[in-house]
């Protein structure tokens, strides 16, 4: 009974498991792969063996200017996440311990905001920015993503469930308000921390949409406006967006695996509710 | 540093509509063990905290030594509180954990390490300094919690249920250390409980809170042998009481409870006819010959504590309806623990022969409240 139900949930994870995974593998073998060979060989595995090349990359290097790119999205995607995590733990904090007029109506605005997609406020926000000539720069890609209503809502449910007492105790002992989060909260929010952090890094080095709106030109635009131009530009050569979206997706591996640890550690105890 | 005299005077506090603290008056004098005790939600706790400044009192005033402190936060009160939950700093060593007040208080670093030496020292933690409160023992961390609050040399010291994470036989022991410690130190002491052994037995005087209000405050044994009202006299106490409606009798000078007639003393003569009679364990006693003072009652249960052995019994007498005015006692409702010798025998459903001690019977109207206890 068991076993057969053990049997049952290995078979059905592995298959899941293949079926997000395909696509990864596909990407990695078919960026070594030359440009003729990608679409037709790439989803055999018999010939994924067959004269690999690293040409793929030396040709994405030649084409645009990766680095530039690259250094627009660690820049955006960066300052997205270290200023977003300050300002959405303080606004979490502030939500779940300070009793403020307005509170409970803050709190119900961050849940609709959450539940809102940025594509439906793109192009009013759009407007608002060329309203006032603000575009291409690193400002208004990073401005209107650092606060996040998930983010918020994220470390207000972490904050309540740290014991009241020991905010209190750390107040008799003398501590100011601010002393208080250096000291006493973040540290017991790291791990909360290192879980947003991924977070806020995954959500924003996609971004596509909004960076498309409002830069003009490579010198702002991140790493997916890049690989697209690559559907437009001629000759289309599958084996250079390939290798693009290798290079593309190593920073948020690396990413992830420095976190990991405490990723995990916060997914499993701090209890993510949402 | 002050003396330590705290003062409550006319102390009320409601959240919204909820009252949970009414006109309390209560002082505690310097060097005092002052133990708070009640049943849950008397507010007991909530009393502590505004003493604690973690909340201020809707109405009334707090002093300390004769100063007012409404308007000073808690980290200006010199008041140190240890917590239920004890709220270690869960990322800090022991040490760090000591350190914590004291560099808020910009105690220089020769002085704080001294400090930290002599409580570690005092509370048997110096093996421990380097651990965080993770690797500690139950009876550890609270030893920790309360070296935390007593490093920085408060002038009264607050403590919320401390024991009651504990396990039994901790708890005796903590206790009689909490008391060693409080005495050697001489701080002021406030102490929230809801148990009325651990309030008997840790403090100089005791304060019996019920529903908000401050039913009676004196020492422990005044509290337990002349009871203000019926409440009292059902919470403190280990082996049960039972009240009962009782007749005083003019014509033959004696109370009528039941078939037996007991003397009673002059303060409670009186005119008024119908009293109630509460009656604990010590307040019986096995009769060795029988006679016009003496009845049988049923012996319902029987607990056997090692040295002694308790016997519940049902006494024969009209049960006083009490409504809310008394607290859930230990033991079976209704019965009355006598203790005995661990020898003596004794069955369940044996009718024991017994004879009231008239000057520990206890006199209350039918409102609850004490008659002149002499």
Redesign the interface.
């Known amino acids: 009974m068991t076993t057969s139900k053990t049997f049952g949930a290995v078979v059905m994870l592995g298959v899941m498991t293949l079926f997000y995974l395909i696509p990864v593998i596909v990407m990695c073998v078919g960026s070594l792969m030359p440009d003729s060979r990608v679409l037709t060989d790439s989803l055999t595995v018999s010939r994924w063996g067959e004269n690999l090349t690293l040409t793929n990359y030396r040709d994405v290097f030649e084409r645009v200017q990766f680095g530039r790119f690259f250094l627009n999205s660690v820049v955006v995607t960066g300052g997205i996440t270290i200023v977003g995590l300050f300002v959405n733990s303080l606004a979490g904090y502030a939500l779940a311990r300070f009793t403020f007029r307005g509170r409970r109506l803050f709190l119900f605005f961050v849940l609709v905001m959450v539940i809102v997609p940025f594509e439906a406020i793109a192009v009013p926000l759009f407007y608002l920015v060329s309203a006032v000539g603000w575009r291409d720069s690193y400002g208004v890609l990073i401005l209107p993503f650092v606060a996040n209503a998930f983010l918020i809502f994220f470390f207000y449910s972490f904050f309540l469930d740290i014991?009241r007492?020991?905010e209190?105790?750390?107040?008799?002992?003398?501590?100011s308000t601010s002393?208080i989060y250096w000291?006493?909260i973040l540290?017991?929010a790291k791990p909360v921390f290192a879980t947003g952090a991924i977070l806020s890094f995954l959500f924003n080095w996609g971004a596509y949409l909004w960076p498309l709106l409002v830069t003009t030109g490579p010198e702002f635009r991140p790493l997916p406006i890049a690989i697209a131009t690559f559907y437009t530009l001629p000759p289309l050569q599958w084996g250079d967006i390939l290798a693009f979206g290798v290079l593309m997706t190593l920073p948020v591996i690396v990413a992830f695996v420095l976190f990991q640890r405490w990723f995990v550690e916060s997914v499993t105890t701090s209890g993510l509710k949402g | 540093m002050g003396q330590g005299r705290v003062e409550l005077i006319a102390v009320s506090k409601a959240f919204g509509a909820r009252s949970v603290v009414k006109q309390v008056t209560l002082q505690a004098d310097p060097g005092e063990m002052l133990i708070l005790v009640g049943p849950s939600g008397c507010g007991k706790s909530t009393l502590l905290r505004m003493v604690a400044g973690l909340e201020q009192p809707t109405n009334g005033e707090i002093r300390f030594d004769g100063r007012s402190v409404l308007d000073l936060p808690p980290q200006d009160r010199n008041v140190a509180m240890v917590f239920q939950n004890y709220a270690l700093y869960p990322h800090m060593t022991v040490r760090e954990n000591f350190e914590f007040p004291l560099r808020m208080r910009r105690v220089d670093s020769r002085e704080r390490a001294e400090r930290v030496a002599s409580i570690a020292e005092m509370l048997a933690l110096t093996a421990v300094l380097e651990e965080k409160p993770r690797a500690l023992s139950g009876g550890q961390r609270q030893r920790v919690a309360m070296g935390r609050a007593l490093v920085r040399e408060p002038s009264v010291f607050l403590m919320d249920e401390p024991l009651s994470n504990l396990d039994a036989q901790l708890r005796v022991a903590l206790r009689a250390e909490i008391r060693q410690i409080q005495r050697r130190l001489g701080v002021t002491t406030l102490y929230v409980t809801h148990d009325q052994v651990e309030a008997m037995t840790l403090g100089d005087r005791v304060a019996v809170l019920r529903s908000g209000e401050l039913q009676q405050v004196g020492a422990p044994q005044d509290v337990y042998s002349k009871p203000a009202n019926a409440f009292v006299a059902s919470f403190i106490g280990s082996f049960g009481i039972a009240f009962y409606a009782a007749e005083w009798k003019p014509e033959i000078g004696a109370l009528q409870l039941g078939t037996v007639a007991a003397a009673v003393p002059d303060s409670v003569r009186s005119d008024r006819g119908s009293l109630v009679v509460g009656v604990r364990g010590d307040a019986l006693c096995i009769a060795t010959s029988t006679g016009p003072t003496t009845f049988l009652a049923p012996i319902e249960h029987i607990e056997l504590l090692g040295s002694e052995r308790v016997l519940y019994v049902r006494l024969p007498f009209p049960l006083w309806d009490a409504k809310e005015n008394v607290a859930m006692g230990s033991g079976v409702a209704g019965t009355v623990g006598i203790r005995t010798a661990s020898g003596t025998t004794a069955a369940i459903g044996q009718q024991l022969p017994l004879e009231v001690v008239p000057d520990r019977l206890l006199f209350f109207d039918h409102a609850g409240k004490a008659l002149t206890s002499g």
């Open positions: 014991p007492e020991l209190e105790a750390a107040w008799m002992d003398g501590a002393r000291s006493v540290p017991l």
